[in-house]
Nanobody, 122 residues
Framework: QVQLVEAGGGLVQVGGSLRLSCTAS????????SAWYRQAPGKQRELVAV???????DYANSVKGRFTISRDMAKYAIYLRMSSLKPEDTAVYYC????????????????WGQGTQVTVSS
């Protein structure tokens, strides 16, 4: 079993910046697809940014040019740097990490973080 712990959310004014982190613990062999999602009240969870298995990066059009996803393979951590924040960025942000773990070397398994609230005030 792997656990993902998120941090970095909070209250920020329009135009401000935040950096979210997601750190995995457990018997992890390797990290693969790494992603950030968000969900606002009454809305579906949406993919914000993703590092695909092949290493390519995709962003939602709404955050392109403002958000940057990155990861530290040695620390088993992924990050989301957010700038020029807008009220519509307000949501709970969730990390999602695909890993190979020691208990099953044959499979990819996906895990979710607990979520961290980002609130952008007008």
């Amino acid at each position: 079993q792997v656990q993902l712990v998120e941090a970095g959310g909070g209250l920020v004014q329009v135009g401000g910046s935040l950096r979210l982190s997601c750190t995995a613990s457990g018997r992890i062999i390797s990290m693969h697809r790494s992603a950030w999602y968000r969900q606002a009240p009454g809305k579906q969870r949406e993919l914000v940014a993703v590092i695909n298995r092949g290493g390519t990066i995709d962003y939602a059009n709404s955050v392109k040019g403002r958000f940057t996803i990155s990861r530290d393979m040695a620390k088993y951590a992924i990050y989301l740097r957010m700038s020029s924040l807008k009220p519509e960025d307000t949501a709970v942000y969730y990390c999602n990490l695909e890993v190979v773990e020691a208990s099953d070397l044959r499979s990819f398994v996906k895990y979710w973080g607990q979520g961290t609230q980002v609130t952008v005030s007008s």
